[in-house]
Structure formats: structure tokens, C-alpha cells
């Protein structure tokens, strides 16, 4: 597609619950990052793909988040055992495989556990 | 380690005046420095980076951005403020030394341009 796109746009869930985000990139970007935005802040890294490889998982803020893009396309974020403070706007962003590329974002899953 | 501050939360202009929004940042390494817009409920939107070169960088939508070295700042920068820039602002930085890909970001600053 022309953009980077990420679904489901919005998902409740209740605490314990698991959930999965889908994040789809832009087609030939080999470089594909997850962050966390809570609300009135900046976006917190999580992790970042190259390719298929997952090149730093320093962000992760706990066992309960696993992140995987088996193909090198396609990354699915999951999250087991939803808590309340995992609420918050999951960010998913791609770029060329430059260090110096910006970074084109997805619109964003806002997640929200009851 | 790398930071980004925006130190203030909201940045109020009259339309047609200039606006600044203030950024420093600190890296080990050599600093590749960014600026993003978000609208509500949208992603991120590039603004426009510093890699190398003039230290005045031009980007979309007329902003530009001056890299600081000594200071370590890369405000961005308009003449002429427009409502319609109104928005949620974000600079960002990444470590040019290493192939380290994360880029770390401020809080942002909200921009309001009254008419």
C-alpha cells in the first residue's frame, strides 16, 4: 500500500485478556519499528526489525510483550495478560534501510484495558 | 543514551507572526536530529532532519530548523505562522555513530496559531 497501515485502529480489552496489533509497512522498507505513545507524551521505543531480524527489544517493558515479523514484511505486536497500564496508542513506523531515513508512521492502535 | 527536551508544553502565535519551537537534544555520537507533526488522531508526519551539511535545514509546509552544535538545539523555525499549523510537534534524535536504528523523541509541544 501507499502508507503504513496498522489495525485494529482501536481495541478494548479487559485486563488479563491477550491482545495482537498488526502493523503492515510500506512495501520495500526493511526497517520497522514499535513504539508506545501514553497520553500527553512522546512516542517510547519498544523494539526494531531489520528485516525479519529483530535487532533491539531494549524497550519492551516486560515478558508479557513479544514482537515478531516472521517474512521480513508483515510484524504482529502481542501483548499476554493485558494490564491497565499497557493502555496507550501503539505506534508502528517503517523507513529504508538508511540510518538516515525518517521514519513514515502508521496512524496508530489505541488500545484500551479495562 | 540519548535524549530529546522540548521544554515548553504549549507555544501560543497570532497568525502572520514568526513561531519558534525549542529543542535540545543530547547523544553520544553524532546527532541525527528530526522534527514531526501529529494532527489528531493521525501518525507522526516527517517534517524535515538534520544528517550533515548547512546547518539550516528547509522542510515542508515553509518550516525550517537550525542545527546547534555548541548548544546542542535544533529549534524549528517559521516566519510566517499559518492556523492551520496548529498541531502537535515532536523532534527527535538518533545516534549517527552506530547502526543503531532507535530514534528517541521529546514530549512534544502543542502549537496553537490564532487568527
Known amino acids: 500500500g501507499a502508507g503504513v497501515s496498522q489495525s485494529p485502529r482501536y481495541k478494548v480489552a479487559k485486563r488479563g485478556q491477550d491482545v495482537a496489533l498488526r502493523c503492515d509497512p510500506i512495501?520495500?522498507?526493511?526497517?520497522l519499528f514499535w513504539y508506545q505513545q501514553a497520553l500527553g507524551q512522546g512516542p517510547e521505543f519498544l523494539t526494531y526489525?531489520?528485516?525479519?531480524?529483530?535487532?533491539?527489544k531494549s524497550g519492551l517493558p516486560s515478558d508479557r510483550f513479544f514482537a515478531e515479523r516472521p517474512e521480513g514484511s508483515v510484524s504482529t505486536l502481542k501483548i499476554q495478560r493485558t494490564q491497565q497500564e499497557d493502555s496507550a496508542v501503539y505506534l508502528c513506523?517503517?523507513?529504508?534501510?538508511?540510518?538516515?531515513?525518517?521514519?513514515?508512521f502508521g496512524e496508530g492502535s489505541r488500545l484500551t484495558v479495562l | 543514551a540519548q535524549s530529546v527536551a522540548q521544554p515548553e508544553d504549549q507555544v501560543n502565535v497570532a497568525e502572520g507572526n514568526p513561531l519558534t519551537v525549542k529543542c535540545t537534544y543530547s547523544?553520544?555520537?553524532?546527532?541525527?536530529l528530526f522534527w514531526y507533526v501529529q494532527y489528531p488522531n493521525r501518525g507522526l508526519q516527517f517534517l524535515l532532519k538534520?544528517?550533515?551539511?548547512?546547518?539550516l535545514v528547509k522542510g515542508s509546509y515553509g518550516f525550517e530548523a537550525e542545527f546547534n552544535k555548541s548548544q546542542t538545539s535544533f529549534h524549528l523555525k517559521k516566519p510566517s505562522a499559518l492556523v492551520s499549523d496548529s498541531a502537535l510537534y515532536f523532534c527527535?534524535?538518533?545516534?549517527?555513530?552506530?547502526?543503531?536504528?532507535?530514534?528517541?523523541f521529546g514530549d512534544g509541544t502543542t502549537l496553537t496559531v490564532k487568527p
Open positions: 513506523a517503517s523507513t529504508t534501510r538508511t540510518n538516515t531515513g525518517e521514519l513514515f
Open positions: 512495501s520495500g522498507h526493511v526497517s
Open positions: 526489525f531489520q528485516n525479519e531480524a529483530q535487532l533491539d
Open positions: 547523544v553520544s555520537g553524532n546527532p541525527y
Open positions: 538534520y544528517i550533515t551539511g548547512d546547518n
Open positions: 527527535a534524535v538518533r545516534d549517527g555513530s552506530t547502526n543503531a536504528g532507535k530514534s528517541t
